[in-house]
Nanobody, 123 residues
């Protein structure tokens, strides 16, 4: 069982930066792949960034590649999302999630979810 809690959201101007944090509980945290997902107004939830268990491979969709960076600190049971050069279209609720299947690509294989943190980017 993994419990997740996000923090770090807020309001930022276009071109600005934010760093999201996700605190996780659970003894098997380091085995899970971790991901950040987002859901904008009227949109489906989408993958933003994932990182494999034990700090393995990372994946970013084209929409955020080069602007967002995911990292994890297994000693602290934490995952981070550094977001640079933010755009108004990045406005969404951002969720941290964990996959016991160690998936990098499939939202449906993420078993555990946080409550989300709001990110709003003004133009």
């Amino acid at each position: 069982q993994v419990q997740l809690e996000e923090s770090g959201g807020g309001l930022v101007q276009a071109g600005g930066s934010l760093r999201l944090s996700c605190a996780a509980s659970g003894r098997t945290f380091n085995r899970h792949s971790m991901g950040w997902f987002r859901q904008g107004p009227g949109k489906e939830r989408e993958l933003v960034a994932t990182i494999g268990g034990y700090g393995g491979s990372q994946y970013y969709p084209a929409s955020v590649k080069g602007r967002f960076t995911i990292s994890r600190d297994d000693a602290k049971n934490a995952v981070y999302l550094q977001m640079n050069n933010l755009k108004p279209e990045d406005t969404a609720v951002y969720y941290c999630a964990a996959s016991s299947s160690n998936s990098l690509y499939s939202l449906s294989l993420y078993d555990y979810w946080g409550q989300g943190t709001q990110v709003t980017v003004s133009s």
